[in-house]
């Protein structure tokens, strides 16, 4: 394609806040002026944590944004944009399970764009082994159960849909593919 049928012709700031800006972009569409919603966000990791049994911890925490509690995958937004994913869900892990891991033994198992259509969001998402108990160290507006859960109960969990958080279901069905868990 020589010319692209959508072409940004300006993006203004319309609010900033503590781990998102939202624009309002103007673009040429097709040869029509529009106005898209655009919002970023500095990116996040999530880490899927393995006991020794093979079982999966989660995270059940309320978000507002549902206002509702979730079952969810280890996660956490990079504390500034340059932050190395791996080290945010290194720390994340630890934080929101009260387990750690050494480093060097978090394996990448696949990157996730959240949300296409309005966001340029990026999540990496690890899996953890040889976890060893620490402590956790939750943010003071953070309240989070740890669960354990085994992968075959997650799935069934996620197609019943109980489960709707997409880097969650990202995460535990690449996992199961991947490690070939059932």
Partial sequence: MDQLPVKR??????????????????????GHLAHWDFIHH?????????????TILMVRQYRNALDRYTLEVPAGALNFPEEPKIDCAHRELEEETGYKTEKEKLEFLIR?????AFCDEVIDIFVARDLEPSIQNLDE???????EWTVKDLEEKI???EITDGKTIAAILAYARKYDVK
Avoid at 9 to 30: E, F, M, P
Avoid at 42 to 53: E, I, R, S
Avoid at 112 to 116: F, G, I, M
Wanted: glycine share 8%.
């Fill in 9 to 30: 012709l300006d993006r203004t700031l319309k609010y900033q806040g503590s781990i998102l800006k939202i624009y309002q972009d103007t673009v040429d569409a097709n």
């Fill in 159 to 161: 197609y019943l849909g």
């Fill in 42 to 54: 500095n990116g996040a990791a999530a880490v899927v944590p393995v006991t020794k049994d093979g």
């Fill in 112 to 116: 996730v764009n959240t949300t296409v």
């Fill in 141 to 147: 507006d953070e309240y989070i159960e740890v669960e």
